[in-house]
Every structure is written in C-alpha cells, then in structure tokens.
C-alpha cells in the first residue's frame, strides 16, 4: 500500500474523502479523492503551483498525473495509469495543469479550467517517454517534391524557412518562443544558465544574422534566452554545432542542462536549453541535430539525414 503522509489529506483542497486503488495493469497505486467543491479544489491546485514556481521548481506540472473528474480527482502513480483515463476518445477525464508554460501538442484537447490559470487536458506528459502516443501527423518527405542540395533523394524534408530575423520571429512567437523582448546582434550573448550553440563569430557558423530574445542579464540574472538565427550555409552551421556537441558529450555522454540544442529549418535555426521551447518548434517542423554515437529514434518519430555525417535531424529527444 501507498502511504498516504505525502499526499493532500482529508479537509483540505476540498477533499472529504480519499482512498487508495491499484491498477493491477500498469502496477500502479492510484490515490482517489472526493471533491464536491471541484472549484475550491483546482483553486487549491493553482496556489500550490504559482507557491512552488515562486521558488524556482520550473519543472512543477510539466508531467502532472493529477486527473479529474466533476466530483472526483485522482493522482496515479504510473503514467501508464494516467494515459489509460484520459487517452480513449470518449473518456471525459482530463489531466489539470497550473503551469502557463506546459505545452500541448497539436491533436491534444486544452480546455478552460474552473479556475483562470489552470486548464485540463487529454495531454499526458512524461520524461520518461511513456507519456500519450503521438497524435499530430508526420511529414514524410517522399511526398514534399523534388530533392533539395544536402537532402535525401526522396525529397524536401519539409522544414521551415524564413527570409529575415523578422519572419524567422514572427513564425515562432509568441506562442513557442516569446521574442517580446528581441535583440538583433552580432555580440557573442550567453549567461550561466543559458549556453547558445554557436561561440564566436556568427559568420564563422554559417550564420548571416542572429538574434536572442529573452531577459538579458542587468541587474538580475539573464532569464528565457533563446537564440533565433538565419543561416547562410547551413553545413557549416551542422559542422560546427557537431564539433562542439561531441566536446560536450565526451566527459560523461550527456549534454550540459545549460547548454542549448540546436534545432534547424531550411534557412533558419533556434537555439535553446528550454524543453517546452523545443516541443514546439518540433510542431512547427523543425528538428533538432543529434550527433550522439548510435542514436536513433522510436517509431512515430522523425529521423532524417543531417547535411553532415555523423548526425541525424530528429524531432526525438531521449529522456535525460
């Protein structure tokens, strides 16, 4: 049995009564909480979520197992438990989420909550890759027209272009980027908590012009830094984010938290450390530069051939 010191007690959130089941399937223990108030209990669920993003915890409710009903709630302890409540297509549960910065895939429901700043959804997220099966339709270059120079033979590989830092932004802000605060240089801009890819002159990456939107750094720590840049030849670009991607997987096989991925369109790039970021620019077709020795990607995920060796575009990440 689960004991249930860590969980939310009777009285509170406007919980009257609360067991305890297993899902015998996924081996799971499933916490179950009677709530008449529904209203009183996400406003609940909102104060504890704005309590702990307050503190720095960025990561609360990115994977929320929290379920609801009208007069019921739940936490499973499986993912497999969560996504089995809410996945099938008639299922009228849905997981509740307090944190503005989860992101939705496209063929996910998002709906208004009870409460401003919450809302529920059929989206089950998981680190682990257990979450939901992916639902958004996948681009299969074979049927995206003629072959582009460094591209396979079967054809475009659909990704995104732009002319200028101006249409490269409106393309993926607000909504995936936020580039409200913008600024076009050619200044080498970093902070300790946010890595670019490229180092040094951006000319010297193949990149024609570049800019960072977020918070620069000032009084207080830089804050949401993501690098947008317009690529003028983009095997350099690859050539380069290689090198410097093998440097840093040398010591233990894995990237740095800070630094940022490397995520490329047609003419384009972003850079960024931020998962939810990436997420969405994966919805927008752009595809992140693994050049990790032997890796490869699950079915229903993209991997196509980088413009150097060694690399793979893919819109998978495995979990850290």
Same mark, same amino acid.
Request: glycine letters at 10%.
């Given at each position: 049995?689960?004991?249930?010191?860590?969980?939310?007690?009777?009285?509170?959130?406007?919980?009257?009564?609360?067991?305890?089941?297993?899902?015998?399937?996924?081996?799971?223990?499933?916490?179950?909480?009677?709530?008449?108030?529904?209203?009183?209990?996400?406003?609940?669920?909102?104060?504890?979520?704005?309590?702990?993003?307050?503190?720095?915890?960025?990561?609360?409710?990115?994977?929320?197992?929290?379920?609801? !009903?009208?007069?019921?709630?739940?936490?499973?302890?499986?993912?497999?438990?969560?996504?089995?409540?809410?996945?099938?297509?008639?299922?009228?549960?849905?997981?509740?989420?307090?944190?503005?910065?989860?992101?939705?895939?496209?063929?996910?429901?998002?709906?208004?909550?009870?409460?401003?700043?919450?809302?529920?959804?059929?989206?089950? %997220?998981?680190?682990?890759?257990?979450?939901? +099966?992916?639902? !958004?339709?996948?681009?299969?270059?074979?049927?995206?027209?003629?072959?582009?120079?460094?591209?396979?033979?079967?054809?475009?590989?659909?990704? +995104?272009?732009?002319?200028?830092?101006?249409?490269?932004?409106?393309?993926?802000?607000?909504?995936?980027?936020?580039?409200?605060?913008?600024?076009?240089?050619?200044?080498?801009?970093?902070?300790?908590?946010?890595?670019?890819?490229?180092?040094? +002159?951006?000319?010297?990456?193949?990149?024609?012009?570049?800019?960072?939107?977020?918070?620069?750094?000032?009084?207080?720590?830089?804050?949401?830094?993501?690098?947008?840049?317009?690529?003028?030849?983009?095997?350099?670009?690859?050539?380069?984010?290689?090198?410097?991607?093998?440097?840093?997987?040398?010591?233990?096989?894995?990237?740095?938290?800070?630094?940022?991925?490397?995520?490329?369109?047609? %003419?384009?790039?972003?850079?960024?450390?931020?998962?939810?970021?990436?997420? !969405?620019?994966?919805?927008?077709?752009?595809?992140?530069?693994?050049?990790?020795?032997?890796?490869?990607?699950?079915? !229903?995920?993209?991997?196509?051939?980088?413009?150097?060796?060694?690399?793979?575009?893919?819109?998978?990440?495995?979990?850290?």
């Amino acid at each position: 049995r689960v004991p249930l010191s860590g969980f939310i007690g009777t009285g509170d959130w406007g919980i009257t009564e609360r067991g305890v089941c297993t899902d015998k399937k996924a081996r799971g223990e499933i916490v179950l909480f009677l709530t008449p108030d529904m209203k009183a209990f996400q406003q609940a669920a909102k104060d504890n979520a704005a309590k702990l993003l307050a503190e720095g915890r960025d990561d609360t409710d990115l994977a929320s197992r929290t379920v609801v !009903g009208k007069t019921f709630a739940l936490t499973a302890l499986k993912t497999a438990t969560a996504v089995s409540l809410v996945d099938p297509p008639n299922s009228d549960l849905r997981i509740l989420s307090c944190n503005p910065d989860v992101f939705v895939p496209e063929g996910f429901k998002k709906e208004k909550a009870l409460v401003e700043g919450c809302f529920l959804t059929d989206y089950v %997220n998981s680190p682990d890759g257990q979450g939901s +099966p992916h639902r !958004g339709a996948v681009r299969d270059p074979s049927t995206e027209g003629a072959a582009k120079p460094g591209q396979p033979s079967t054809g475009s590989l659909g990704l +995104p272009s732009a002319g200028s830092i101006a249409e490269l932004r409106k393309l993926v802000s607000p909504h995936t980027v936020d580039c409200t605060s913008m600024k076009v240089t050619d200044e080498q801009v970093q902070s300790i908590d946010y890595m670019p890819v490229v180092d040094g +002159p951006a000319s010297a990456w193949g990149v024609k012009q570049r800019a960072v939107c977020g918070q620069l750094g000032g009084e207080q720590r830089a804050h949401n830094l993501n690098w947008l840049d317009t690529v003028s030849d983009m095997k350099t670009l690859q050539t380069k984010a290689r090198a410097a991607q093998l440097a840093d997987l040398k010591d233990d096989g894995r990237l740095k938290a800070t630094a940022s991925k490397l995520l490329v369109g047609t %003419n384009i790039a972003v850079e960024t450390n931020n998962a939810n970021v990436r997420r !969405g620019l994966y919805q927008l077709q752009f595809l992140y530069l693994n050049c990790e020795t032997g890796f490869t990607a699950p079915a !229903g995920y993209r991997l196509e051939k980088a413009q150097v060796e060694g690399c793979v575009l893919t819109n998978y990440e495995r979990p850290s």
